[in-house]
């Protein structure tokens, strides 16, 4: 359908005589297009786009990359020089692969791209291979492979770690990445690019095609496509109308804190029953749970409503995805999981809850309505809370003046590098220095240096320790004629079933009981699931259900409409605002008065410019008071929710430091607030960025963050192994924590390769340090100590939110032994 | 929320007003009579006979992984389990040491025990006796010093690597008990001594153990329903042994 979907509507709407571009086509076709597919246009009475000629007309280009909006053909375009090339001669073996982020999006475009082909009677295959491939259409693949290969990255980096890639790959002409700018926001992305520089030495004359949504930086992502230093010409789509965006007016004003926009149920119903089907997109799956049984109680007239996240049931996912393709779905409430590619159906209304922290993003939601060309796609922002409202109008003149955001992704991961020299080895005996020449075509590693590639070789060789305990058992060995290879040749096997960089987390699967049918709902986090006591409810799915208990590590569950759920946590990325929307916010509060704004912001805010001020772009506003017998700073950073977070652990490890007795903080994305026994006056000395990044390196040594970070990459680089099921099922002395070698590295190696790929991971990552820094040196000294006699309209909507976290009492161990004491309390022992 | 918005990530400093919660050393209980010691470090001691049990060292746990063509793990066990097993025999002045099984994870990781190693082994053995009871991953006897012993009885109390159904005042590990505690941070597990009147179940001293938790069924069914589990760590906390079915983060 999407490759299509624009074409129809020519035949719909517009009749073909009177697109201007008429012209244009027959001029190129007539040079490029064969016969067969010209003929087959004009049998169903439709037009190419301009871009997916100019596509056809560029296929020579080394590099290339599309930029168009949803709905804008650019699969189609993606696909022109092949389907023109398999049109013109027969073909033997792998033509062209083609690369999406998501399983679907391969399977999906198949199915699109058979029916065009049949009736054109070319002799083309076109078969697709994901992870849910069976493993002998999988072996038949290898030795016999079809014209067009639809994948992922995973799937590919797999394929290229064959002994007989070179023989599968051979000739290979064209690769297309479609959603590139999702996939150059990950390591998947570093991984993919890896993987061409692969292909690429095998197939020197291979043309790469990007397609990209709109973005901030299409220069950016170009340079990640092209293999390194050829250049990649950027052709950009007619991005079509601009958006009909605007915020959702509710009778009721938002509340001050927190992101459940319940407040807008019945504004937000009344929207879906005025269109035919609406996408109401959340930023967390928790919030979309809530959201969706809120929506439910409200819902008298029993409108159809679905909910759709990443978390739920496979088999429950494709029952409301088919709904939605069948138009039996009045709305669908979900959340990134269908932010790409898949055209589900005519959704005519976008609504997006909560600010949307992102533009880019957010234009990327927006185009999933209207899903045709030329009409301009409607879309509401629904704030969650009075702050939220100034950011969803400066993202709402944000996305008026087509101002993307986006944060510089920097150097390609080492820990993805790591993986890859295991995929090499993999593949065969590998020389040193051309496998690093290989890599540093990959856009993102073209700066890499020579001694972090040897140190990343040398780590998967002996482990990399400054003690060197394991010459005999060398897990990559140097032949005499320098090439290195595998020791153990039986070591593939384990290697390729830890292929891939994205980070499951540990979920364990939530199922009804036997009894009650065994139905499977999708899954919840297992830390999560470990707090779990026999008789807790929680939401999943829209529904409340009730924990029976653990099996075979699936909890177990029974319908439980009558009582108030937990909320399941779900690791699901928690974004925070970018820094342009930040920036934006700032600037418009320094306006002198608001007329997108409602009154009851407008008065808020000039409430604070008159007892305190508004903080301003490029100066640091603390404010202190006293409240409720507390001292209180609220520093006004507007660093975005993981940096002020950060900034909170840091000022009070300093203000420990300086005496001021802190108790604890809470942060948001604009701001900390922190609370403790005496008054902050010397706002410089708290600030020095000397101190704080001292306070940093400490902070390093035993934190959570920086041990989920480690995992991550740990696994990545092959250091862990993921827990094949078996593993798990068994729960008999499971492999060690993580945590051990971390702990032990930083005892005992401080100094070691993937301590310090951890450390760059969570300093871009969830402890964004950089924009700390980043925000220190825009301030300079820039700092604004305003003292106060009580709490101001600004700060008070903190003392609302949740996750507060206190600074004293929260060691470990003084939890423990306080919840051992109440056990033994309780069983009689104490 | 995740754990890591609500723990301090850096130790509490030694505030003058605010003490930390006080570390409990060890939990002394009593087995047949018997005096022991659940020390915070998974090691058991027994005052009167001046005696200091390990269990399942697993000696050389990386060095196997990396030998079976897996990746190598920080090659830094030996020395981290040395290190603490030195600092419980300063802080006890044992005389007798019993490593209760599995102290090597097999006979090829024994032989490729650095040389280090093996004189710091010499040296903690200096002036003790010193027993290695056999464990299922054992080798069999080894060219260390001690005495190799498929079990040991000392009167009331009998050592094994592995618990017997129906035995009294028995002392074993073999299993690497833990045992997990609600707390206002979620829950907290740990590597656990699992104790009743009959029995106490070692937790692994190893650095690279994982663990079994207390409410798998194995453990369950041969602990007595009055069983306690003492949780080792900063402090040696008694608790009632866990037996609800919960999945503990390892």
């Known amino acids: 359908m999407p490759l299509f979907a624009h074409l129809r509507q020519h035949q719909r709407g517009s009749p073909l005589a009177a697109t201007p571009r008429l012209p244009y086509l027959y001029r190129m076709s007539a040079t490029t297009l064969p016969p067969v597919i010209t003929d087959w246009f004009q049998s169903k009475g439709w037009a190419p786009h301009p871009h997916q000629l100019d596509m056809l007309a560029r296929s020579d280009d080394p590099a290339l990359l599309l930029i168009a909006p949803t709905g804008g053909g650019k699969t189609l375009a993606g696909f022109m020089p092949t389907l023109a090339d398999l049109a013109t001669a027969p073909y033997k073996g792998l033509h062209t692969l083609y690369v999406s982020p998501l399983k679907a999006l391969a399977a999906d475009i198949r199915r699109n791209l058979e029916t065009p082909v049949a009736e054109m009677g070319l002799p083309v295959r076109i078969e697709d291979r994901t992870g849910d491939t069976s493993s002998h259409t999988k072996r038949r693949q290898r030795a016999d492979p079809p014209h067009i290969l639809l994948t992922t990255p995973e799937s590919l980096a797999l394929l290229v770690s064959y002994e007989d890639a070179p023989r599968m790959f051979a000739g290979l002409k064209r690769v297309v990445v479609d959603e590139i700018h999702a996939l150059a926001e990950s390591k998947r992305g570093d991984q993919l690019m890896l993987a061409l520089a692969r292909l690429q030495t095998l197939c020197p004359d291979l043309r790469r095609v990007g397609l990209s949504a709109t973005v901030d930086d299409p220069a950016a992502i170009a340079r990640l496509l092209a293999r390194h230093p050829d250049p990649c010409p950027i052709l950009t789509a007619d991005p079509g109308p601009d958006p009909d965006i605007a915020m959702l007016t509710t009778s009721e004003p938002p509340p001050w804190s927190g992101g459940g926009a319940a407040y807008a149920i019945p504004a937000v119903l009344e929207q879906v029953k005025a269109h035919k089907t609406t996408l109401i997109f959340h930023n967390t799956r928790a919030q979309a749970e809530i959201f969706f049984h809120n929506l439910w109680l409200a819902n008298e007239d029993a409108l159809p409503i679905g909910i759709h996240h990443g978390s739920l049931d496979r088999d429950q996912r494709a029952r409301v995805e088919a709904a939605m393709v069948r138009g039996e779905l009045r709305a669908i409430v979900c959340t990134g999981s269908l932010d790409l590619g898949i055209d589900w159906g005519d959704v005519d209304l976008v609504i997006q809850i909560g600010a949307p922290k992102n533009v880019k993003r957010l234009v990327q939601r927006i185009g999933r309505a209207n899903h045709r060309y030329n009409a301009p796609s409607k879309a509401l922002l629904v704030p969650a809370n009075r702050f939220e409202v100034i950011e969803c109008l400066a993202a709402l003149e944000a996305v008026i003046a087509h101002d993307l955001d986006g944060e510089p992704r920097g150097d390609g991961p080492l820990d993805v590098l790591c993986q890859h020299i295991l995929i090499a080895a993999c593949a065969g005996p590998f020389s040193a220095d051309a496998l690093f020449a290989e890599m540093t075509t990959a856009g993102a590693y073209a700066t890499l240096d020579r001694k972090d590639f040897d140190a990343c070789l040398d780590f998967i060789a002996t482990g990399g320790y400054a003690l060197r305990a394991y010459d005999r058992w060398q897990r990559l060995m140097q032949r005499p004629d320098g090439l290195w290879q595998l020791r153990d040749p039986r070591a593939t096997r384990q290697i390729r079933m830890n292929i891939g960089t994205i980070q499951d987390t540990d979920t364990v699967k939530v199922r009804y009981r036997r009894n009650r049918g065994g139905k499977p709902l999708g899954e919840i986090e297992e830390a999560f699931a470990a707090t779990l006591t026999p008789g807790d409810t929680f939401l999943i799915g829209g529904q409340i259900v009730r924990y029976e208990g653990l099996r075979e590590m699936t909890v177990e569950v029974s319908p439980d409409p009558g009582r108030k759920p937990r909320i399941a946590t779900f690791m699901g990325t928690k974004f925070a605002t970018s820094t342009q929307l930040s920036d934006r916010i700032l600037r418009l509060l320094q306006q002198d008065d608001w007329p997108g704004l409602p009154a009851h912001i407008t008065d808020w805010l000039a409430l604070q410019a008159r007892v305190s001020r508004l903080p301003e772009p490029g100066r640091l506003l603390i404010e202190t008071f006293p409240h409720d017998g507390r001292e209180h700073a609220c520093v006004y950073g507007f660093a975005g929710r993981n940096a002020q977070q950060t900034l909170g652990l840091l000022l009070t490890k300093r203000m420990e430091e300086m005496g001021l007795d802190p108790l604890g903080f809470v942060a948001t994305d604009y701001a900390t607030l922190i609370w403790g026994l005496k008054p902050l006056t010397d706002a410089r000395a708290l600030l020095d960025p000397a101190a704080l990044e001292n306070g940093l390196e400490e902070w390093f040594k035993g934190n959570a963050v920086m041990k989920r970070t480690f995992r991550a990459s740990a696994t990545i680089a092959g250091l862990i192994d993921r827990m094949s099921a078996g593993q798990r099922k068994s729960g008999r002395q499971a492999t060690f924590s993580s945590d051990i070698l971390y702990d032990t590295l930083v005892k005992y190696d401080p100094d070691h390769l993937l301590l310090r790929i951890t450390r760059t991971e969570a300093m871009r990552g969830l402890v964004d340090f950089g924009r700390v820094r980043e925000m220190l040196t825009r301030v300079g000294d820039r700092i604004d100590l305003v003292p106060l006699k009580r709490l101001t309209p600004f700060a008070a909507p903190l003392f609302l939110e949740a996750g507060r976290v206190p600074v004293e009492g929260m060691a470990r161990e003084r939890l423990m032994a306080e919840a051992a004491a109440d056990l033994m309390r309780e069983a009689g022992l104490g | ?250």
């Open chain 2, 1 to 250: 929320m995740g754990n890591a918005r609500r723990l301090l990530p850096w130790p509490a400093p030694a505030a003058k007003n605010r003490p930390m919660s006080e570390s409990k050393p060890h939990h002394s209980f009593t087995l047949a009579g018997e005096t022991l010691h659940a020390m915070r470090s998974g090691a058991l001691y027994w005052p009167a006979q001046s005696l200091l049990c390990v269990s399942d060292l697993h000696f050389g746990k990386s060095e196997r992984k990396v030998r079976h063509g897996g990746m190598a793990l920080p090659p830094y066990e030996v020395q981290d389990i040395l290190t603490r097993l030195q600092a419980d025999l300063d802080l006890t002045r044992a005389g007798t040491v019993i490593c209760l099984g599995d102290s090597f994870d097999d006979i090829t990781a024994h032989h490729g025990l650095p040389e280090a190693a093996r004189l710091w082994i010499a040296r903690l053995q200096a002036g003790r006796r010193w027993v290695w009871a056999e464990g299922n991953h054992d080798p069999g006897p080894v060219d260390l010093g001690g005495t190799h012993l498929a079990e040991m009885a000392l009167p009331p109390l009998s050592f094994r690597h592995i618990a017997t159904r129906g035995a009294v005042a028995e002392i074993s590990g073999h299993y690497h008990p833990k045992a997990a505690i609600r707390t206002r941070a979620g829950l907290l597990s740990r590597p656990a001594f699992l104790i009743d009147a009959a029995r106490v179940i070692l937790p692994a001293y190893g650095t690279y153990t994982g663990g079994l938790r207390s409410s798998d069924a194995v453990l369950s069914g041969m602990m007595a329903a009055d069983a306690i589990a003492v949780l080792t760590g900063h402090s040696a906390l008694c608790v009632p042994m866990p037996r609800q079915d919960v999945r503990i983060p390892s």
